[in-house]
């Protein structure tokens, strides 16, 4: 078994949460986008913001059973002030 340090470690586990979050994003993404077409995409840059996979993970769910944008709106700047 090879030895890995503290730092690749540390290193691999933040790699792994920044491409769950990137992932998500990409879902959230392509949902708002299925979901309200071009008004959807107002909100990508917002999601920028928002980095814990949990986080994320909830506001998917929450734009899933959104039917209007005001309600995504709320969504995410819910997401954002956590």
């Not at 959807?40 to 814990?52: A, H």
């Not at 209007?68 to 969504?75: G, K, Q």
């Amino acid at each position: 078994m090879t030895y890995i340090t503290t730092a690749e470690r540390i290193g691999r586990s933040i790699g792994l949460t920044e491409g769950r979050a990137e992932g998500l994003r990409e879902a959230i993404a392509m949902t708002l986008i299925a979901y309200f077409g071009v008004e959807g995409e107002t909100f990508l840059p917002l999601l920028q913001q928002i980095v814990e996979p949990d986080t994320l993970r909830v506001l998917l769910n929450r734009i899933l059973v959104s039917t209007t944008l005001d309600e995504v709106r709320d969504a995410i700047d819910e997401a954002t002030r956590s």
